[in-house]
């Protein structure tokens, strides 16, 4: 998925998140240049992959929109407007999701700075097969701390990358995740 | 205190003493003899702390003789014409309000003053509030591209509004990245009014062609592609975004973003490694001549341009969406989408309509957390930072005592997520989404996470599959 994070000075916070589903999406490019998504696979359906218990809920049906890990997310105070504003997306799926809730950790329950905050090694639990995944930034210890839970540890190079903006009062900063090579974060 | 309650002849001189006060003076009515005496400490006083009053001035004739002689120490050619004879005792103001400003220049100078100080203030609050902003306020843009961070800031720029950067740089990513997004795709916005405290989702995922079945999908999909194609929402959704919060106009974003394919950019690390992937696919011949030229996926840093995608944005920034969704773009890739054995029509382009939504929301230790609601998995998110609440994590904590609760708090919320579905079609995904949202539920759920070990999935929830890349 593709992400956009704007914090700009109209007070306006946007996050944008936009996919064609699979990389190049159903690999269709149409005669003037447009590559076709391939959504339909978010659906789900019986047979679809062999030994899987198929969500009812998102049966495919025309016109309806599948289940979707497109997750941008905006944090502001709960009492008055001073205080702490986020606003974060994650790609890569579902582990978009063990993403954004530790970010979001670090910043809101930890008071962590928002670099450190994206800079800090993930985790992302799998459900089939039960599996903790952890990204390269991830420390030995850790693992051996979670492993001494049971858990089946299993590092991963990447498992999602994050990009976020913070104002605190009126102070704006963004960040991109620093394992992305082609993010760029911008502040005025 | 008894002057202030109740102002005598005397402490009514002595404040007309005030050289601002004094002309009320020159028209005090005569004080009867008997008036002063009840204040006759008081006089007393007062005439040892008064430097000026002599003592004949306790007569108010004589002093208002005096105090105008005193007043007009400039006038001394007058005074000869200003005999003891003049002076006679009056029931009335002689001098009347029309003429008051001619004779008191200091209350002109003060009212002047307060005028013009009342003025500016006013001017200066109205500059504040309608006027445009002196300073520029800060700002942030991030995106997967350094390229399209920059059109979006340079669009912050221009004044246009956090929604015409967020537009410029998301159709950019389809320019620069076309492995993750593009027109062909779909997506999700969140916006977020800090000074009204409204916040909109703005859904644009793509949806299924009106005649598709489930029956169409059991077969070999790699040799129908066609059937993976939903609705393109992408510049619908973006549109109405522009609608709602745009600034600057839409064909001066969507030229910007033009400019960029015409112009050209560098390929980023990231495309070239998903190029590189692609290259052991297979593709069409159409996207290998346009990625793939030679045969070879281009390396990270050389110079492409796409005046493919420039000529179509041109057609959109001065005719609309409609040149997408009702034009000669629709009939080319409905055509495309059925050659691979889809059944796209171009009558779900036509109907294709953005559906606004208002986010999903919780309190997570006095921060509102929003995310997209039902079919997206943004309440699943809310799920975990419920339960997540329950251990009270500050920064007294170390991360490594947190690392298992969010491990289990994180997988319930995903088996809770593996059963969502579009609301509009399932009114039962109402009530999985209110046991998502609920505090008591995650509450139960906490009391399931055992500190010392961990557990699969169905010992929370049941689980269906997450269906693989979903998003």
Redesign the interface.
Same mark, same amino acid.
């Given at each position: 998925a593709a992400q956009v994070v704007v914090m700009g000075p109209d007070d306006v916070i946007v996050s944008v998140m936009s996919s064609l589903n699979k990389p190049f999406g159903s690999g269709i490019l149409t005669p003037s240049g447009i590559l076709l998504n391939s959504q339909i696979l978010d659906f789900s359906w019986p047979n679809k992959t062999e030994g899987t218990t198929p969500n009812p809920h998102n049966r495919l049906q025309p016109g309806k929109r599948p289940l979707s890990f497109l997750m941008p997310t905006v944090v502001r105070p709960a009492v008055g407007l001073c205080g702490t504003y986020v606003a974060t997306g994650s790609s890569n799926g579902e582990k978009a999701l063990s993403g954004i809730t530790q970010v979001l950790l670090n910043v809101l329950s930890s008071r962590k700075n928002m670099s450190d905050s994206l800079a800090y090694g993930r985790l992302h639990p799998q459900l089939e097969p039960n599996t903790l995944l952890v990204d390269s930034e991830f420390l030995d210890e850790d693992i051996k701390f979670l492993q001494s839970k049971g858990h089946k540890v299993e590092r991963k190079e990447l498992l999602s990358l994050v990009e976020s903006t913070r104002r605190n009062n009126d102070v704006i900063i963004g960040v991109k995740d620093p394992r992305s090579a082609d993010a760029l974060a911008l502040n005025i | 205190l008894v002057a202030d309650k109740e102002p005598s002849p005397e402490t009514t001189l002595g404040s007309a003493y005030s050289p601002v006060d004094y002309m009320s003076i020159t028209s005090f009515p005569k004080l009867p003899e008997d008036d002063v005496l009840p204040g006759e400490n008081a006089m007393k006083s007062r005439k040892e702390d008064d430097n000026v009053l002599s003592e004949q001035d306790t007569d108010p004739d004589l002093f208002l003789k005096s105090a105008r002689l005193q007043r007009l120490p400039s006038s001394a050619s007058d005074l000869a014409t200003h005999e003891d004879g003049t002076f006679r005792e009056t029931t009335t103001d002689p001098f009347t309000q029309e003429c008051a400003c001619q004779r008191d220049g200091l209350t002109v100078i003060i009212t002047a003053c307060l005028t013009f100080a009342t003025g500016v203030t006013i001017a200066l609050i109205v500059q504040i509030y309608c006027g445009d902003?002196q300073v520029? !306020?800060?700002?942030?843009?991030?995106?997967?591209?350094?390229q399209?961070? &920059?059109l979006?800031?340079g669009v912050?720029e221009k004044q246009g509004? &956090?929604?015409d950067?967020?537009i410029a740089?998301?159709l950019c990513?389809?320019i620069v990245?076309?492995?993750?997004?593009?027109?062909?795709?779909?997506?999700?916005?969140?916006?977020?009014?800090? +000074?009204k %405290?409204d916040?909109r989702v703005i859904?644009f +995922?793509?949806?299924?062609?009106?005649? #598709?079945?489930?029956d169409m999908?059991?077969t070999t999909l790699d040799a129908k592609?066609?059937? $993976?194609?939903?609705v393109?929402g992408?510049l619908s959704g973006l549109n109405q975004a522009h609608q709602l @919060?745009g +600034?600057l106009p839409w064909k001066d974003v969507i030229t910007m973003v033009a400019d960029v394919a015409r112009n050209g950019f560098n390929v980023?690390?990231?495309l070239a490694q998903?190029l590189a992937?692609?290259k052991n *696919?297979n593709?069409?011949k159409?996207?290998e001549d346009?990625?793939l030229p030679n045969g070879q996926a281009p390396l990270s840093g050389v110079f492409s341009r796409?005046m493919?995608?420039a =000529? =179509?944005l041109d057609a959109v920034a001065v005719k609309g969406i409609s040149e997408f969704y009702s034009g000669n $773009?629709t009939q080319? =890739?409905v055509a495309?989408?059925q050659e691979?054995g889809g059944v796209l029509t171009e009558e779900d382009l036509n109907k294709y309509s953005t559906?606004l939504r208002k986010?999903a929301e919780i %309190? @997570?230790?006095?921060?509102?957390?929003?995310?997209?609601p039902?079919?997206?998995?943004?309440i699943?998110?809310l799920t975990? $930072?419920n339960i $997540?609440e329950g251990y009270n #994590?500050? !920064?007294q904590?170390s +991360?490594?005592s947190?690392?298992?609760w =969010?491990?289990?708090?994180?997988?319930i919320?995903?088996?809770m997520? &593996?059963?969502?579905?579009?609301p509009?079609?399932?009114t039962?995904?109402s009530e999985?989404v209110a046991k998502m949202l609920s505090k008591p539920h995650a509450s139960q759920f906490r009391q399931m996470i055992d500190d010392? *070990?961990?557990f &699969?999935?169905d010992h929370y929830t049941q689980?269906?599959?997450?269906?693989?890349?979903?998003?």
């Open positions: - | 902003p520029f !306020n800060q700002g942030a843009v991030v995106t997967d591209v350094a399209c961070t &920059s979006g800031f912050l509004s &956090s929604v950067a967020a740089a998301a990513l389809g990245h076309p492995h993750t997004s593009g027109i062909g795709g779909g997506g999700v916005m969140l916006v977020h009014e800090i +000074r %405290n916040t859904d +995922r793509e949806t299924a062609p009106s005649v #598709i079945t489930e999908l059991q592609p066609g059937l $993976l194609v939903g393109p992408m @919060y +600034r980023t690390h990231e998903a992937d692609a *696919q593709m069409s159409a996207f346009l990625f796409r493919d995608l =000529i =179509i $773009l080319e =890739i495309a989408v691979k559906v986010p %309190n @997570y230790q006095g921060h509102h957390v929003m995310a997209p039902a079919p997206h998995a943004g699943a998110l975990a $930072l $997540l #994590i500050t !920064n904590l +991360r490594q947190t690392f298992h =969010i491990a289990e708090s994180v997988k919320a995903l088996a997520a &593996s059963e969502i579905g579009d509009m079609f399932d039962s995904v999985i010392s *070990q961990t &699969s999935a689980t269906f599959t997450l269906e693989k890349g979903a998003g």
